[in-house]
């Protein structure tokens, strides 16, 4: 497996950013494409560094295809996990996919993926949505069962337009599909990821949707449980909100990441490689990535 070589890449770090994209996801969990087809899509969209990051599973990595030669690829998952009954989401970065604390996460979430799974579905049925988890359940492939894959059961079914409309009217914050899963502590799946050789980063804070005061609470308590970096590029932002996250990244001592969070094609706002720079002064994570072997 090609690993990303920090030292090149820190020798030209302006020429590189724009083709890093440290987020993205398979079929595996809740993307469309399949790792050699999202591969394909990344070099074709110019990207160089691309990170694999499935929920909860590492599934990507096990008969991985061969990887395009001019594409570096980085191990990481994003892991579940709540903050004072917040949802929140941690990268892992240039993980050891195989290691023992990276299986044992997995299992763990796993388990709880599950049970999410079965009550959203059981939910769904008390809205008059028949066969959610089973319909539901074909779009994931066999892997886990998301609430994207809810969503398109619904689009596929006629009960909304589109999948914007179906987290907006059963699957968002506050509706019947938004089950509130026992996931692992924050402290525990930083603990994994730390285990496994990896970085821990806190996925696109902007999504949670908390006040300036509430994010740095959040943000202590991840340095305290030995979280080391924030995703300050997140998609497609505006520039004052990529500037405001740099400063607090800065402000907080963490490392600085980028990425889509690249689901499928036709989400122009989350495409492969189409994330700004980070900001000056924000050391970027990759600098603290190991060295390729040989």
Not at 11 to 28: E, Q, Y
Not at 113 to 125: K, Q
Not at 152 to 181: I, Q, W
Not at 205 to 230: S, V
């Amino acid at each position: 497996m090609a690993r990303v070589n920090p030292a090149e890449i820190a020798r030209d770090t302006t020429r590189f950013m724009a083709n890093i994209d440290l987020h993205s996801h398979t079929t595996c969990s809740d993307g469309e494409l399949s790792p050699a087809e999202l591969m394909a899509r990344a070099v074709e969209k110019g990207v160089t560094t691309l990170a694999i990051t499935d929920h909860d599973t590492v599934d990507a990595f096990h008969d991985l295809p061969e990887v395009p030669s001019i594409l570096r690829l980085v191990p990481g998952i994003e892991f579940s996990t709540t903050w004072n009954t917040t949802g929140i989401h941690v990268l892992g970065l240039d993980i050891d996919p195989a290691s023992r604390a990276i299986t044992e996460g997995v299992a763990f979430q796993s388990g709880a993926r599950e049970r999410r799974a079965g009550e959203i579905g059981r939910r769904l049925e008390k809205q008059g949505i028949e066969n959610a988890f089973e319909g539901a359940s074909r779009y994931a492939l066999g892997g886990q069962v998301g609430r994207p894959h809810f969503a398109r059961h619904l689009v596929e079914t006629g009960r909304v337009d589109s999948m914007e409309a179906a987290f907006k009217r059963y699957l968002g914050d506050g509706k019947a599909g938004d089950v509130r899963e026992s996931w692992a502590s924050l402290a525990q799946v930083v603990t994994w990821i730390r285990d496994a050789g990896g970085i821990a980063v806190l996925a696109h804070p902007l999504a949670y949707k908390l006040t300036r005061t509430k994010l740095k609470r959040l943000l202590n308590d991840f340095i305290d449980a030995g979280g080391e970096g924030m995703e300050v590029v997140s998609g497609q932002q505006n520039e004052q909100q990529t500037r405001s996250l740099g400063q607090l990244c800065r402000e907080m001592g963490l490392l600085g990441s980028c990425g889509s969070d690249f689901h499928a094609p036709g989400q122009g706002w989350k495409e492969l490689g189409a994330v700004a720079p980070l900001p000056e002064r924000v050391v970027p994570v990759w600098e603290r990535f190991r060295q390729s072997p040989g």
